[in-house]
């Protein structure tokens, strides 16, 4: 059975998979979302003896429909290879009375390699299936992690091109080397003189102007995104929950049927919505914590039933969820607004016009499947002092959040229901902010790969080959503009006129 996509925001013709990661963003500004969520086709039982690919093609058949058997499994082969340091590729490490699911173990070392990875070959394949002759401009806005992540995956890809903004002095100065120093003849990458906010609103303004669209047209080329909001960047998030609890389940962690909470650290509310999409198509998914840093709208958003990005922006020690739109919550609002894409459409009107939106007691209603609190800075590091002093693991601060809201969660609860955190990103990749937590004292003096070395040191995990890379790597892009200058910084890159 085909499984087509619509927008959130209006009733026009539904697309396939194909044309909608083709895309990106719905002509009407709105998002895709599967016109119905699929159950999962195989008991916990199958898949709790498949690996993580066989695992990808269970989950990911059920919503890229048009896709061939061979092509997907040609996409998940290509994907999920030797680019990953271990063969689990998502593996389970149990610490504290939590079980982390270690998404960072791909190319650039945080989870935005476990849907990155695959993005460029679904969409290369979407393009042959939809006769598109034109190049593929991907435009992407960052907050640290997903330009470098989709910078890697689209390196040298056939047939496309990469424009990444970031936001000059909101990123760490890890994230930044691993992006300027990024090779490849077809990658470009821009620090935008604005936060991340600044980039995400300038990037959709590219995507939402016609006439620019009409010239690029002219010169055989086309946008799509690689931005969270690409259905294929999601769905390919789903299936590392699916594999997690298959995991557990096979390695007796968990009884049969027996629920697990989600714990995530959120940002652009990507990788929360995968879960719940996990949830809804049979897994045994009991809570889904929502875990933000001090820019903690959507712990507002949860307690109150407002959205309201009307707010100082804090620049804080895990940048990549310094975020104040988050993105993919509007696929929730329109699950719980019925599927009604009138009443979406208007609250991110709303949105776009005030800066926030309220939801009807109706809709609040449905988020009970959701919990929603936040950490401050002070507590972030105080947790990841903690777990390295009591287990010897050490998490990055991002991971950091999503713990320090699961210990909130439990005294707010008393909840006993085993949980399941998602560690977004390894230690290396934040690793001054990681030791200072550990010991300023000792630490804040040293140099960034002094620390590295350190944190190898009292961590016993060895430095991944990313780190490794860039300490002697040259800086290859210096471009630098101003937030209202994006479209012509994207003109000039592409010579259209
Ligand atoms: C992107 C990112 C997040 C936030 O994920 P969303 O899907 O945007 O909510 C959290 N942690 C790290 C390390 C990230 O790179």
């Given at each position: 059975?085909?499984?087509?996509?619509?927008?959130?925001?209006?009733?026009?013709?539904?697309?396939?998979?194909?044309?909608?990661?083709?895309?990106?963003?719905?002509?009407?500004?709105?998002?895709?979302?599967?016109?119905?969520?699929?159950?999962?086709?195989?008991?916990?039982?199958?898949?709790?003896?498949?690996?993580?690919?066989?695992?990808?093609?269970?989950?990911?058949?059920?919503?890229?429909?048009?896709?061939?058997?061979?092509?997907?499994?040609?996409?998940?082969?290509?994907?999920?290879?030797?680019?990953?340091?271990?063969?689990?590729?998502?593996?389970?490490?149990?610490?504290?009375?939590?079980?982390?699911?270690?998404?960072?173990?791909?190319?650039?070392?945080?989870?935005?390699?476990?849907?990155?990875?695959?993005?460029?070959?679904?969409?290369?394949?979407s393009a042959k299936k939809n006769q598109v002759k034109n190049d593929i401009v991907i435009l992407t806005a960052t907050s640290g992690d997903t330009g470098k992540a989709a910078l890697a995956g689209f390196a040298d890809v056939e047939g496309t091109k990469i424009i990444v903004f970031y936001p000059e002095n909101g990123v760490s100065p890890i994230q930044e080397k691993q992006m300027v120093t990024q090779k490849g003849k077809n990658t470009y990458v821009v620090a935008i003189k604005g936060n991340f906010d600044d980039a995400q609103s300038g990037v959709k303004a590219i995507f939402n102007d016609k006439e620019f669209a009409k010239e690029l047209e002219a010169s055989h080329a086309q946008f799509s995104s690689a931005n969270s909001i690409n259905i294929g960047r999601l769905i390919p998030q789903v299936v590392y929950y699916v594999y997690a609890y298959a995991k557990l389940l096979a390695e007796g962690e968990l009884a049969e049927g027996e629920k697990l909470n989600v714990v995530v650290p959120t940002g652009n509310f990507g990788n929360i919505l995968a879960a719940f999409y996990a949830k809804n198509m049979g897994v045994p998914i009991a809570k889904l914590i929502c875990a933000s840093n001090d820019n903690k709208v959507l712990y507002d958003f949860f307690t109150t039933g407002t959205y309201d990005r009307n707010r100082e922006f804090i620049l804080t020690n895990s940048p990549s969820m310094d975020i104040l739109i988050s993105s993919n919550l509007e696929r929730l609002i329109y699950r719980i607004a019925g599927e009604d894409s009138a009443a979406n459409a208007e609250l991110m009107n709303s949105l776009a016009a005030n800066g926030s939106y309220k939801i009807t007691d109706a809709m609040k209603e449905k988020l009970k499947d959701f919990y929603g609190n936040y950490a401050k800075e002070a507590e972030t590091e105080q947790t990841i002092q903690a777990l390295y002093d009591n287990t010897g693991y050490i998490i990055d601060t991002h991971t950091a959040v999503a713990a320090t809201v699961y210990k909130k969660y439990k005294k707010d609860t008393a909840d006993t229901t085993k949980t399941l955190i998602a560690s977004t990103a390894s230690p290396y990749k934040f690793t001054r902010s990681v030791m200072n937590a550990i010991d300023k004292e000792k630490y804040h003096a040293m140099g960034d790969f002094e620390l590295v070395d350190e944190l190898c040191r009292i961590s016993n995990v060895p430095v991944p080959d990313a780190i490794e890379e860039i300490r002697s790597a040259r800086v290859l892009h210096t471009r630098v503009c101003e937030k209202d200058k994006m479209k012509e910084t994207v003109r000039e890159i592409l010579k259209t006129k």
């Open positions: 059975m085909e499984l087509l996509y619509k927008s959130t925001r209006s009733d026009s013709a539904p697309v396939t998979a194909s044309q909608a990661i083709l895309k990106g963003l719905a002509d009407d500004g709105g998002l895709f979302v599967p016109v119905q969520l699929p159950k999962l086709s195989v008991s916990m039982e199958e898949l709790s003896k498949m690996n993580y690919q066989e695992t990808a093609y269970e989950v990911m058949k059920l919503f890229f429909t048009d896709f061939t058997e061979e092509e997907l499994k040609r996409c998940i082969a290509r994907a999920y290879d030797e680019k990953f340091d271990t063969e689990e590729i998502a593996p389970i490490v149990k610490a504290d009375g939590a079980y982390y699911l270690e998404l960072f173990h791909g190319a650039t070392i945080a989870f935005k390699d476990m849907a990155l990875s695959i993005l460029p070959h679904l969409m290369t394949v």
